[in-house]
């Protein structure tokens, strides 16, 4: 796999999205009435029981990932470039490797906007370190992205894929759900460090690899007509 190739991927996306910002816009917008939301309606029970917050915030992310994710590779299949990207020296796994990357650094702005609205909106009393939360939360998103840009690529073609996205991707977020929501509630309701959430964080990173890997092996057969 060419790195330079895979940059140029997200950066030729990136370049689309910055002149259009219909995604990047409705993700912000999104996630941010979204955290609003959630603030009124259940801000009273995160103040009794601060572990519940990690699952909302999680919720805003989901959301908002599902909503947005697809697009990468939608946009190409509709203005037809897709094919003419394929036609070029480019592997199929150049291509699901670049367009992770730009669905990554959307969802990265995202979470730089969303996460401290949330603990402000939230009122969340933090105990532990923000800096390592947003970490984990970062770790946990890469994987998120991988997982949704991959299985993206396999209802490309399907006519009902905003109704398979979810129902496809719902059973391989399960894991990454239960592990990212237990390091956040220990990071921030119980003060947890690194070493504290060693097993957690060693599952994420186990979790994205083996992602990773089974995407990129299967790319060929996915993107294939």
Known sequence: ?????????????????????????????????????????????????????????????????????????????????????????????????????????????VQCVVFPLFLVFMDLPVRGSLSLAFAVLTLSNLSFVVLSSAVSTLVLGARAREVLLPVLLMPLLFPLLVLSVSALNRVLSEGAGVLDIESELRLLFAYTGVSSVIALLTSEAALQE
């Open 1 to 109: 796999m060419n790195p330079k190739v895979v940059l140029w991927i997200a950066r030729k996306d990136l370049m689309v999205e910055l002149r259009s910002r219909h995604t990047l816009s409705f993700m912000l917008l999104f996630s941010s009435l979204s955290v609003v939301f959630f603030a009124r309606i259940a801000g009273g029970y995160v103040g009794l029981a601060p572990g519940i917050a990690p699952g909302y915030l999680w919720l805003v992310f989901l959301f908002t990932g599902m909503l947005g994710m697809g697009r990468a590779f939608l946009r190409e299949k509709e203005a037809g470039t897709l094919d003419a990207l394929r036609a070029m020296p480019v592997s199929a796994a150049e291509i699901l490797a670049g367009k992770a990357l730009y669905n990554f650094l959307l969802l990265f702005g």
